[in-house]
DNA sequence: GACATTTATATAAGTAACTGATATAATTTT
DNA sequence: AAAATTATATCAGTTACTTATATAAATGTC
């Protein structure tokens, strides 16, 4: 019988490097498309809410408001997103995702979940087990990043 | 007493998921660096061994020859790594890390533990255990996505 | 062992996506 | 109403990419 490790405290550290790798891991993983890194972050975003002020997308991304405006507007000629005018701010552009938009979004995710569930077959049961156990604390974790 | 769910076979989606979310959390969190994605990613390819010839670095980025040639360049103008002829062979070129480059990384991991270190304080000792349990299973599942 | 092929990197020219600075127009504050 | 603030757009400049092509060393051919 192993011995119980449940009760182990977490190694930030052996967290970090072990995530560094997942994390690249994850990013190479859907290489069809050719959008950048920060498009796919806005898409994303507008995945999880739509629609969304410019304003409100600059606070989510590391790049500038010029960057912003510039990308939703490559993202609408693309047809991934719409711009749309505020009711309750006429200065304000409402950014909302197209059902295209959405597709791109899931199509990236479905094709990561097929990588992965390759990956996981080469692991054993326990080691499943272990990672399924600690998905909630691991769901848990990004809620707290997000502040 | 609850369940041991540790034999509960792990559910993809969910997986992909909860790293969906960390992965973003992952890449934005240190936010002190100017350097672009592609450029810390070779960095870090190069911490982890060094020396390494353009054309293997090539194999692990998702760009171009060109783009690593010109990348390679710039990180030895900022003195991150430097170039030397390859003496088993004339055309090629060894791409070494200098200590600076090193530091590069290790600050960045540095401020990225601290950064988990904090969020972890938010987590029960249950969920920090789960997760320490699963971490010799996410090692092992990154190492199966390098192939 | 010259000749053709392949391999490793560099260079050139063009483009896309950013930055910083400034402009415009709507809203809020005084 | 005027002044200050906020939300977005535009402009000019830069950086990091792309594709195509060049160069030079290594390898294979006969």
């Known amino acids: 019988m192993e011995p119980k490790t449940n009760l182990t405290d977490l190694n930030v550290s052996d967290f970090a490097m072990a995530f560094e790798e997942l994390t690249r891991l994850f990013i190479r993983m859907p ?6 890194f920060t498009t796919l972050s806005v898409l994303h975003t507008l995945s999880l809410r739509s629609p969304m002020r410019l304003s409100e997308l600059i606070a989510t ?3 500038t408001q010029s960057a912003i405006t510039q990308l939703v507007i490559r993202l609408e000629r693309d047809g991934l997103v719409e711009r749309r005018p505020d009711p309750s701010d006429g200065r304000a552009v409402l950014v909302h995702i197209t059902p295209q938009g959405v597709s791109v979004i899931d199509s990236r995710r479905s094709e990561r979940i097929m990588r992965i569930a390759k990956l996981i077959e080469g692991l054993s049961p326990e080691e499943r087990g272990a990672i399924a156990s600690a998905l909630p604390a691991l769901t848990r974790l990004a809620e707290l990043g997000n502040e």
């Open 61 to 63: 991304e590391q790049v």
């Open 31 to 36: 290489s069809i498309e050719k959008l950048s």
